[in-house]
């Protein structure tokens, strides 16, 4: 777990430091590309990524790492959520059952502060990783700045970011793998709490 969270946030280091490294990796291209891992390599099935330019490779990425944070976030929470349901004084205890239900329960007004911080959160992602949009020709919608490195969003507290770009690559790819696993993680957990209505947690105990 803890592996998983700091690949993670290593991977959000600062976006200032970007246009400082090789070009190697702003040069996306299928045969370069990080997450292109032995012995599965390029796993593109439908020729998406085959069909893709530099810009629209470099959104399908931005895109997988998003899904993959929160696919990685979501796995744990499902855990979390459990295990503590009746254990904290967050909820007064008040919070129970299998975490696909327990968001219903909580109070309203952790919906407002929920949209607001994810309203905030996707607004900076963009000012950071997006040409603005008077500056974007109108057949070129989503235009990502071309010394954005996607999913470097200038996040890194712990200072895990390495300076080497071998280094930084080997990071890329290790959070890359820890968030599709993320992704699958989350999709089973839903999906096996909507068969028979039983927390993950209860899955393991019982």
Request: charged share 20%.
């Amino acid at each position: 777990l803890i592996s998983t969270l700091a690949g993670s946030a290593a991977a959000f280091a600062p976006a200032a430091q970007t246009g400082a490294r090789s070009t190697s990796l702003n040069a996306f291209t299928v045969d370069s590309i990080p997450g292109a891992l032995p012995p599965v390599g390029v796993f593109d099935p439908l020729g998406f990524a085959g069909k893709a330019d530099e810009m629209t490779l470099k959104r399908y990425r931005e895109a997988e790492l998003t899904h993959g944070r929160v696919g990685m976030l979501a796995a744990v929470g499902f855990l979390v959520g459990e295990a503590v349901e009746s254990k904290t004084v967050l909820f007064n205890g008040e919070i129970s059952g299998p975490a696909i239900t327990q968001l219903a329960q909580v109070n309203p007004l952790l919906w407002v502060f929920l949209g607001a911080g994810i309203a905030k959160a996707e607004s900076m992602r963009a000012e950071i990783g997006w040409v603005e949009p008077e500056n974007v020709p109108f057949d070129k919608p989503g235009q990502l700045r071309d010394s954005y490195v996607p999913g470097d969003i200038g996040f890194d507290p712990l200072g895990l970011k390495p300076e080497s770009e071998e280094e930084f690559i080997v990071m890329q790819n290790k959070e890359l793998q820890n968030g599709r696993l993320g992704m699958l993680a989350a999709a089973g957990f839903l999906a096996q709490e909507l068969v028979d209505g039983k927390g993950i947690i209860e899955h393991f105990t019982s």
